[in-house]
Nanobody, 121 residues
Framework: QVQLVESGGGLVQAGGSLRLSCAAS???????????MGWYRQAPGKQRELVARITSNGSTNYADSVKGRFTISRDKAKNTVYLQMNSLKAEDTAVYFC????????????WGQGTQVTVSS
């Protein structure tokens, strides 16, 4: 099993920046089998949506709404994924969840507890 702990959320003004971190822990086998790490967010009354993800080979994917403003990166040595969020907008306000996909003989997904990001206008 993989455990995820997010940090870095907080309150910022529109136009500001935050960097979220998500540290993964668990068995060596599970950690070594992480294929994808990503960030999702869920605003009140809205469906959880993919924000950004990065694969083990470094390929990235971003939601159109954040492309050009957010950058996802991964430090494999630290088993940590980051989300650098710049030019934040009020509509970025949400709980941000870290997600990892582990591929062994099966495909499993794991979620962090979430970290609140609030952007004030």
């Amino acid at each position: 099993q993989v455990q995820l702990v997010e940090s870095g959320g907080g309150l910022v003004q529109a136009g500001g920046s935050l960097r979220l971190s998500c540290a993964a822990s668990g068995t060596t086998f599970s950690i070594n089998s992480i294929n994808t790490m990503g960030w999702y967010r869920q605003a009140p009354g809205k469906q959880r949506e993919l924000v950004a993800r990065i694969t083990s080979n470094g390929s990235t994917n971003y939601a159109d709404s954040v492309k050009g403003r957010f950058t996802i990166s991964r430090d494999k040595a630290k088993n940590t994924v980051y989300l650098q969020m710049n030019s934040l907008k009020a509509e970025d306000t949400a709980v941000y969840f870290c997600n990892v996909v582990v591929i062994t003989t099966t495909v499993s997904g794991y979620w962090g507890q979430g970290t609140q990001v609030t952007v004030s206008s």
